[in-house]
């Protein structure tokens, strides 16, 4: 589809993304009769109901679309602010100048045939980027299918003729342009409208980022959904995030093209563990951005986001005329994590006055078949349950009016009613999947409803992405993020072997296993005798990373013979490999506790990145990490610590022995304040295993690469 761009590029400026999203005076370049874009693009914008006139542009037609046409751009009247380029590749440039001649800043342009062709079209596309920096334009696409701002009546794109277009909260984002078209078909089904509606192709010039940045600010926009196969300005789009929580604005987004990292990453053991899609899914959980699976979700959780806002409180409470729908979303939500927190004995006690007998007070809650004849009986659920302090929204689960059915009219009227009178938003959805028909959005125009999601599992999905964001928002204050640094130097060159890597953690305020690096066997002796008990013998040296894989560690000998003859194995095998020994490390045996794994690699894109893992040994078979991208804050690294499937293993489980997870934490920073203190000049810094037991703490093995 879209194709990469080089990194290095010049950020359009606000004025800029103001040409090119809210332009005054439109050209349309190259209209013509026999292009499907050129037709689809003017239907779709004489859609719109005080639509911002356009001109069209043509040399060779003087009617095109049953209207007068100019031979070019500068031939407009009082001049143009931004092109929308319909011209074949090879006329691009050309229409581009005499666009720029016109008082073009900003331009779209839809043709195929660059970046995402290979060589020639990468020369093509560099050309045309060339051009419109030479003429001060600023570039949509190309390789896309334009754009719409419904607030300012604006529909220069080619998407479906199915796109809704009256106005919303809900801006959408998408580098695909047939992703698009299905994404606003499938906003028309469910009643959802954007504010903006964005194609960015292949970002010669305008990135996700940039229209993301620019969004943000909108007033009309109360949500951003975006979708992506890439995020070509990490910086930006993290700062635009930042922007957009600041704002109470949910970021939304669908992340697809998941690949690994370059396998030289994978030095340390860290790398292993860190991949682009999952220092993706680390960059979106940092920033709060809400990540979803399906387009379906993109549109329902970023239309719900857009609507409610940031919830008072994460619980999520649900009435439903079906007990089987209240089944359905208990299970549902577990396996998404809605909160559905239980009620009080108070609320019991105010649900019992208004749900007939045979009704049960709980949540999900079943207020029975009685509900579809009796409104008051929403009403008065939603408000017993909007009581409950931990409850930010009420999901109400019933069938969609339908002409005949005035009773369901009154359901949406009662249900508006108690979303006024509490102050706690609301959604109406039926049990299955159920397009809005007209009768559905007459109903709300009447009755004020403002969301009607399309059935239980879209809802499920969509209020476990604002709870979780919810959430996120009301703690990120409390979260202060403030980069650390420790005093640490890299004075030799070459690599770096696990001796000076332990001083190096030592000099950081780790705590690093007790070792003595030895050079003889004598020394070997001599150190075991002193640590007393069992020893581990391991190969130092600085062209060894993975000791293990080439038998260079000796572990739990006892006694002097099986020290000194490991001591003479583990020479010997750095020998026959001709690998030269800085020495033999001699350090205590330890056994029992936990074993994690923290490191950091870097990223091209996002930076470095922290790893924290389980398993030590065998940490890529259990596949068990978390990672953050730094800087971090210690209440980050706390959560990443319970977000491993073997958490558990260091609260107690069955009996053992709790860890310090403070004590974790505070290694854990050290780790990543090495690392920002070292900066470009390391790949990865690592400690695996790191030893948890209780209160020990404590690094048994060291490993950093220079980048």
């Known amino acids: 589809m879209t194709d990469s761009q080089t990194p290095a590029r010049s950020r359009p400026t606000t004025a800029a993304m103001e040409s090119l999203l809210r332009p005054q005076r439109i050209a349309l370049v190259g209209a013509s009769d026999k292009n499907l874009f050129s037709r689809r693009a003017f239907a779709q914008h004489s859609r719109l109901i005080g639509a911002r006139p356009i001109t069209l542009v043509n040399p060779r037609s003087d009617v ?8 070019s751009c500068q031939e407009i009247e009082g001049g143009i602010d931004c092109a929308f380029l319909l011209t074949p590749q090879s006329a691009t440039v050309d229409a581009l100048r005499d666009a720029a001649a016109g008082g073009a800043r900003a331009a779209a342009v839809l043709s195929q045939g660059w970046a995402e062709d290979g060589d020639d079209g990468r020369r093509a596309q560099a050309e045309l980027v060339e051009a419109a920096t030479e003429l001060g334009v600023t570039l949509l696409g190309p390789n896309h299918l334009g754009f719409a701002n419904l607030w300012d009546r604006i529909a220069m794109c080619a998407l479906g003729l199915d796109m809704p277009i009256e106005p919303g909260p809900f801006a959408l984002i998408t580098q695909s342009g047939a992703v698009g078209s299905s994404l606003v078909g499938y906003a ?22 940039d229209v993301l940045d ?3 600010d909108d007033e009309n926009t109360k949500a951003i959904g975006i979708f992506a196969e890439t995020i070509r300005d990490p910086e930006l789009f993290r700062t635009a995030a930042r922007r957009a929580a600041d704002r109470g604005k949910a970021v939304v987004m669908l992340k697809v093209g998941a690949s690994e990292l370059a396998a030289e990453t994978a030095k340390a053991h860290t790398g292993a563990l860190v991949g682009d899609d999952r220092v993706i899914d680390a960059v979106l959980r940092q920033e709060g951005v809400i990540r979803v699976r399906s387009v ?3 549109i329902n959780t970023g239309m719900l986001c857009a609507h409610t806002g940031p919830l008072r409180k994460p619980g999520i409470a649900v009435m439903s005329v079906s007990g089987g729908a209240c089944d359905l979303i208990a299970d549902q939500g577990a396996e998404v994590g809605l909160p559905l927190p239980r009620i009080s004995a108070d609320t019991a006690a105010k649900l019992t006055e208004v749900l007939p007998p045979s009704a049960h007070p709980q949540n999900p809650l079943d207020v029975t078949g009685a509900a579809a004849t009796r409104p008051e009986v929403w009403r008065g659920s939603f408000e017993a349950l909007a009581g409950e302090p931990e409850v930010g929204l009420i999901g109400a689960v019933t069938s969609l009016p339908t002409d005949g059915e005035p009773q369901r009219v009154d359901t949406f009227r009662a249900v508006a009613e108690a979303i006024a009178a509490t102050g706690v938003p609301g959604a109406i959805l039926p049990q299955i999947d159920q397009p809005q028909s007209e009768a559905v959005r007459l109903a709300k125009a009447d009755t004020g409803i403002d969301v009607v999601m399309p059935g239980v599992e879209r809802f499920v999905r969509a209020a476990a992405g604002l709870s979780r964001w919810s959430a996120w928002l009301n703690a990120r204050d409390h979260d202060r993020v403030e980069k650390s640094t420790v005093d640490v130097t890299l004075d030799q060159t070459g690599p770096i072997s696990e001796a000076a890597a332990r001083d190096l953690l030592v000099g950081a305020g780790i705590d690093v296993v007790p070792a003595t690096l030895t050079a003889t066997r004598e020394e070997a002796l001599a150190a075991a005798a002193d640590f007393g008990g069992a020893v581990v013998l391991k190969m130092s040296s600085p062209e060894v990373a993975h000791k293990t894989e080439i038998g260079g560690v000796e572990l739990n000998l006892s006694g002097p013979e099986a020290v000194g003859a490991a001591f003479d194995r583990l020479t010997a095998r750095a020998e026959a490999a001709g690998i030269a020994l800085d020495g033999v490390l001699v350090s205590p045996m330890r056994n029992g506790g936990v074993e994690l794994l923290v490191g950091v690699t870097r990223d091209d894109d996002w930076g470095q990145v922290l790893a924290i893992a389980l398993g030590g040994a065998m940490v890529e078979l259990l596949d068990d990490s978390a990672l953050r991208v730094l800087p971090v ?7 990443a610590i319970t977000e491993l499937r073997g958490y558990p293993l260091l609260t107690g489980f069955r009996g053992s022995k709790p860890a310090d997870i403070d004590r974790i934490v505070d290694t854990v920073m050290r780790v990543a304040a090495v690392a920002e203190s070292l900066g470009d000049r390391i790949e990865a810094v690592e400690i695996n295993p790191l030893l948890v037991d209780g209160e020990r703490v404590e690094a048994l093995d060291a490993l950093i690469t220079r980048a």
């Open 64 to 71: 095109v679309h049953g209207r007068s046409t100019v031979p």
């Open 188 to 209: 028309a089904r469910n009643d959802a409208r954007f504010s903006f509606v964005v194609t960015t192709g292949n970002e010669s010039m305008v990135t996700v980022a």
């Open 214 to 216: 620019y969004v943000v």
């Open 296 to 298: 379906e979700d993109l």
């Open 633 to 639: 804050s210690r209440d980050d690294v706390a959560t």
